[in-house]
């Protein structure tokens, strides 16, 4: 079966210095510890700062910066953060101490327990309001760090990263719309390749953490950028490459190719509908900052007759983030079987699991937007807010040579209007990118009954457009800035 891979034209590890760097034996560590660092000065003045969220390194730098760079990261290059995650540094120590651990058990070897994780997460932050405590995200870092070490030290094929971590979850979604994918420069060389050390690993590095084997490579969807591939590759046949965003979404139209065949997502329920979640999760965490979700909940609770905010707040995210994507999605995949269903009856005969695996991971492009400008909004907002929480930092510290007190007006980089435009831009793009993938996924389906099956796609992803559009209109609260 033929699938898609990007032609190595443009390779980011053959460019001089910064290819040598990435692919050097602890190339990896000189971006991680800057990042173990940022992760230590979190801690310490999470559990150690000032409590008042717009005054701590912790929450400024997790909640308004670190979202708003990943996405930047990811729409610029890819993966970039899970590639200097520090969570991951204890992961040789922890081989070490325990050896290559168990396998992970068969039955979890699925993205069903990281979509769990990944709305649990959304969910807790809301029902903590982890945004407002620095010691909160103090102990929701050294939480990653724990989780990350044991689950590595018991189990084989990066559990953690693979099948829970909530971070990697929302980065390997939106990596779908990343512009590099790792990618075997010579397919033949895999063929003759006798040791397959990007996968097994050498004596000297670890091969692929999450057990991808590079000339198999089809999608971002579970690569870290961790490179350990293009370090263990004996014939320097690993490339980082350029391709078009979202193309791992759809094929190039082919004739006769199977509907399942067109995306290099595969045929799966469970990654198929982290998709729909990760849009859906994107519009609900949005809609959570603004007005009528109060009124919602207010009425939540007088059906209820209690006013416990963590049940409402779980009833609300269930509602949104679960039931009501995997019925859309479900309804759209079944009214695209039956409306495909006529001239020759070639759609007849797939079933609504193809229809739904086939289509539902076109709504990528327009989730990332809507992820985008949702932590656009906020960075855009407050980005310069590190500089008064810096300055007070190190006053508190006895640096004293930055003179006068910290300026805590200093907040948005844009003004109102220039932001809810940049939002209106990326919710444009993100919706006219998820139409072409759309249109690129039904390649081969060129009767009038194959194009009538892309109608209730269509149909779902302009009323998620329009819904964003909605949400992002509304005043919005404004969280971690003083004012
Ligand atoms: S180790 Fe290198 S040559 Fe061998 S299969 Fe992996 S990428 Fe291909
Ligand atoms: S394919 Fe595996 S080893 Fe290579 S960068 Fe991705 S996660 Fe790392």
Redesign the pocket.
């Known amino acids: 079966m033929a699938l898609y891979r990007p032609t190595p034209t443009f390779d980011l590890l053959r460019v001089p210095g910064l290819g040598r760097l990435l692919r050097w034996r602890w190339g990896r560590l000189v971006f991680q510890l800057p990042m173990l660092a940022l992760a230590a000065l979190i801690i310490y003045d999470g559990l150690s700062g000032p409590q008042l969220a717009p005054q701590n390194l912790a929450t400024v730098s997790v909640w308004i910066h670190y979202r708003g760079l990943v996405l930047l990261a990811l729409l610029l290059a890819g993966n970039l953060f899970c590639m200097s995650c520090p969570f991951t540094l204890p992961r040789t120590l922890a081989h070490r101490l325990a050896g290559r651990g168990r396998r992970w058990p068969k039955a979890l070897r699925n993205k069903w327990l990281a979509i769990g994780a990944f709305v649990a997460y959304l969910w807790l932050y809301e029902a903590l309001d982890l945004w407002a405590s620095p010691a909160l995200t103090a102990w929701l870092v050294i939480g990653y760090f724990v989780a990350a070490f044991v689950l590595e030290a018991l189990f084989a094929e990066s559990p953690f990263c693979k099948y829970i971590c909530p971070l990697g979850t929302f980065n390997f979604a939106a990596a779908a719309i990343s512009p590099l994918q790792i990618t ?1 420069r010579s397919q033949d ?2 063929r003759a ?1 006798v ?5 097994n690993g050498s004596a000297q590095v670890l091969g692929c953490g999450t057990e991808l ?3 198999r490579v089809v999608s971002n969807l579970d690569c870290t950028f961790c490179l350990d ?1 293009a370090r ?4 320097d ?2 490339a980082l490459a350029a391709r078009w965003p979202a193309s791992e979404l759809a094929l190039r139209p082919g004739p006769a190719r199977p509907p399942a065949a067109v995306s290099a997502w595969s045929r799966r329920w469970d990654v198929a509908f982290l998709a729909l979640v990760f849009a859906f999760a994107g519009l609900t965490n949005a809609f959570g900052m603004t007005p009528p979700v109060y009124a919602l909940a207010a009425t939540l609770s007088r059906w209820l007759g209690r006013a416990d905010e963590a049940l409402i707040l779980a009833l609300i995210f269930g509602l949104f983030m679960l039931l009501l994507p995997a019925a859309l999605g479900l309804g759209a995949a079944w009214l695209s079987r039956r409306l495909g269903a006529g001239q020759g009856g070639r759609w007849s005969r797939h079933r609504l699991r193809d229809a739904f695996t086939r289509y539902a991971p076109t709504v990528l492009p327009l989730g990332v937007a809507i992820w985008f400008a949702h932590y656009w909004f906020h960075f855009a907002s407050g980005a310069l807010t590190v500089i008064p929480v810096a300055h007070s930092f190190l006053l508190d510290h006895g640096v004293t040579r930055f003179g006068s007190q910290p300026n805590w007006l200093l907040g948005p980089i844009l003004s109102d209007d220039l932001v809810f435009l940049t939002v209106l831009a990326a919710l444009a793009l993100g919706y006219l990118t998820s139409l072409h993938t759309l249109q690129r996924a039904a390649a081969g389906e060129a009767t009038p009954a194959g194009r009538r099956a892309l109608l209730p796609w269509l149909a779902l992803w302009t009323a998620l457009a329009v819904a964003a559009v909605i949400v992002f209109s509304l005043p919005m609260e404004m969280r971690g800035m003083i004012g």
């Open positions: 075997a060389v895999c390749c040791g397959k050390e990007c996968v084997f590079v000339p591939c263990a590759c004996p014939h046949n690993v």
